[in-house]
């Protein structure tokens, strides 16, 4: 009978469908536990096909790859190492299912699914692609009965309950579960509530880094029973969280796994974690796109001053393009104060700027399109036609280079319509960040250096650009910008009715003027560019409206 066990918890950002490359992440982090002892290694869910698939997980081929590549893993086990438990999806007949695979002494020791489909919980991707499995018992690791939990497993009791009742000793869970405020602390919650239902201790593993819209945060943990935390792993970094376990014996007879208190890293919180997410979230955007850096177009606003921020502190200085590009018109003395804010945001970065005279394109579009317009007031259709254009440019300057182009529109403007055109833009950083959190986050970069920056230490936005944020006037009709938001979040997250939204101090007028607004800039959502997920919506995912419909009245 074994009476230790040495659990590494291999934290892993893998990219999705790059099974060569996610295979060398998970020999590397075997290689690593076998030089500090480990029995087993276990990597989150999905780690070797990345998560979440889509439709990639209907493609044969790939999972006949997929299949060759743990039968070439599972054949490097042979070497009397650590054993391997990965996540992977896994063909059983006409199913397609989340699997975690045992992988020791040369073969796939054991199979076991995910059972519990349950979306937008603390364990789950939002992937609904998968079959559910069957109730599962426990597998035999080195001597050790061990119960899998996969995914949205890890919430509900029904799956823990039938492991220990099946005689598992210790519980595992494997995770690709994303990042939103406080889900961290869900997950530690839902497993505690797990050990104390069955009374065996617990460990879990996340999948960190960025893909599409989702955020991996990581933070993997241990809980020994009664649910005492003894060991947790960072948040938004690849890392390697050994374990060591012992059988104990009471005097009663009864025997149990513990473990000492091993590696314990808190997690961040509030504005930090935020910040920590984009950082992330961009940074995997690019270098999983294979992008040689990205482009930023520079206002001297607020929200392009976060983006560059953002995007040095992600990349580095030598991978971000900052590009002045500004539209005639307006007050000269406001537009030389922009252009100066650019350039003292790009002073402060230490990152390189461009300048492109927009005058003689926009001259000879209106030139073009005068015999058109004549007689008419065309003003706004100017306006518009003007911002397109500079969006045009710097997207055909972004595809030359082989950049990425950020959007630098936040979620308040692209709810309402009043982004300007993204779509040229690759990667819209800011696309669930409030315009009231912009601003949060910007005063929290200037007074922190973020963890894994390589930006500067110290202020990144200048004064006078918060200033101006905060004297800025909305547009006619529409509240200041905390107000806006809390509206906005309770009409287009929360779905509440009018009467809710006025007992929370909104004018019938203004939830009438926000919900058109809404429902007028649905094409424009559809047609920008995703950004990573930060906020806990429900469902997991943004709303979606019809394209064409009439008024939509509210009850």
Not at 468 to 497: E, H, N, Q, V, W
Request: one cysteine or more.
């Amino acid at each position: 009978m074994t009476d230790r066990l040495s659990i590494a918890l291999a934290q892993a950002n893998p990219s999705i469908g790059s099974l060569a490359a996610n295979a060398v992440r998970i020999r590397a982090a075997r290689n690593e536990a076998a030089a500090r002892g480990a029995d087993v290694v276990v990597c989150p869910a999905g780690a070797l096909s990345g998560a979440p698939l889509l439709d990639l997980l209907r493609v044969p081929a790939f999972l006949d790859a997929v299949e060759a590549t743990v039968g070439a893993l599972a054949a490097e086990t042979a070497d009397g190492g650590p054993a391997l438990l990965i996540g992977a999806p896994w063909r059983d007949g006409a199913k397609h299912h989340n699997a975690a695979l045992l992988l020791d002494d040369g073969r796939i020791a054991a199979i076991r699914f995910q059972a519990e489909m349950i979306f937008d919980t603390v364990g789950s991707t939002g992937e609904d692609r998968f079959d559910p499995g069957p109730m599962p018992g426990p597998i035999n690791v080195r001597g050790v009965r061990v119960g899998l939990l996969i995914g949205s497993d890890l919430a509900v009791a029904d799956v823990a309950e039938t492991l220990a009742e099946s005689g598992a000793e210790l519980l595992v869970a494997m995770l690709a579960s994303p990042f939103a405020p406080g889900r961290m602390d869900g997950r530690v919650q839902a497993a505690v509530a797990r050990v104390v239902e069955v009374g065996l201790p617990l460990v879990a593993v996340n999948a960190v880094g960025g893909q599409d819209e989702q955020v991996f945060d990581g933070g993997s943990f241990a809980l020994a029973e009664g649910g005492r935390l003894v060991a947790q792993a960072p948040l938004f970094a690849e890392h390697l969280l050994l374990t060591r376990w012992t059988r104990d014996t009471d005097e009663s007879g009864n025997e149990s796994w513990d473990s000492s208190e091993a590696e314990m890293i808190a997690p961040v919180e509030g504005a930090e974690a935020l910040y920590g997410a984009l950082m992330l979230g961009l940074h995997d955007a690019v270098s999983k796109g294979h992008a040689p850096g990205v482009v930023v177009g520079l206002t001297g606003g607020l929200d392009s001053a976060l983006v560059a921020a953002l995007a040095v502190d992600a990349l580095g200085a030598d991978r971000v393009l900052a590009v002045r590009a500004p539209l005639p018109g307006g007050e000269t003395a406001a537009l030389a104060d922009a252009l100066g804010d650019a350039a003292e945001i790009v002073e402060l970065l230490g990152c390189r700027l461009d300048n492109v005279a927009l005058g003689p394109v926009l001259k000879a579009a209106d030139s073009l399109l005068a015999p058109a317009f004549a007689g008419r007031d065309t003003a706004d259709a100017a306006d518009r036609l003007h911002t397109r254009l500079r969006a045009a440019t710097l997207a055909a300057l972004a595809e030359r280079m082989g950049a990425l182009l950020l959007a630098t529109a936040d979620r308040t403007d692209r709810v309402l319509g009043l982004a300007v055109d993204e779509s040229g833009c690759g990667y819209a950083i800011l696309a669930d960040v409030p315009k009231s959190m912009v601003l949060d986050l910007a005063r929290w970069r200037n007074a922190h250096q973020p963890a894994g920056s390589r930006g500067p230490a110290g202020r990144v936005v200048p004064e006078r650009v918060l200033d101006r944020r905060l004297k800025a006037a909305t547009p006619a009709g529409l509240p200041p910008a905390d107000a806006l938001d809390d509206l906005l979040a309770g009409l287009f997250d929360g779905a509440l009715s009018p009467a809710d939204l006025a007992a929370r101090g909104h004018s019938a007028e203004t939830i009438g003027l926000v919900w058109r607004m809404v429902l007028d800039a649905e094409p424009a959502r559809r047609r920008a560019p995703p950004g990573p997920r930060i906020s806990h919506r429900p469902g997991g995912r943004e709303r979606r409206f019809p394209v064409a419909c009439g008024p939509v009245d509210l009850a």
